[in-house]
Nanobody
Framework: QVQLVESGGGLVQAGDSLRVSCAAS????????MGWFRRAPGKEREFVAH????????IYADSVKGRFTISRDNSKNTVYLQMNNLKPEDTAVYYC?????????????????WGQGTQVTVSS
């Protein structure tokens, strides 16, 4: 069984950059596509980014396109989310998750194992 642990969140100012990580254990994540989601206070969980098993294909939510980059290092069993030019509206708990689906997915119901999340707070 795969376990996911996010890290790297914190308090930053608008315009800053931050990289959050998702370390997997229990099984190699190379068999899975991976995704990042976030939940802001009082809002529904929303899709942020998806990366294919090999890492050669990515998709992003419109709200983060051009600012965020998802990547993975299968040798380290880790997925990353590089966040640049952060905005106060990016404040949320960020979660990583894996999916068995081979096609790109944005629906959280298509994802299985989830991490506990890491808080990202962007001050104005």
């Amino acid at each position: 069984q795969v376990q996911l642990v996010e890290s790297g969140g914190g308090l930053v100012q608008a315009g800053d950059s931050l990289r959050v990580s998702c370390a997997a254990s229990g099984r190699a994540i190379s068999s899975f596509a991976m995704g990042w989601f976030r939940r802001a206070p009082g809002k529904e969980r929303e899709f942020v980014a998806h990366i294919s098993r090999s890492g050669d294909s990515t998709i992003y939510a419109d709200s983060v396109k051009g600012r965020f980059t998802i990547s993975r290092d299968n040798s380290k069993n880790t997925v990353y989310l590089q966040m640049n030019n952060l905005k106060p509206e990016d404040t949320a708990v960020y979660y990583c998750a894996l999916t068995w689906y081979y096609t790109p997915q944005t629906d959280p119901e298509k994802f299985e194992t989830w991490g506990q999340g890491t808080q990202v707070t962007v001050s104005s």
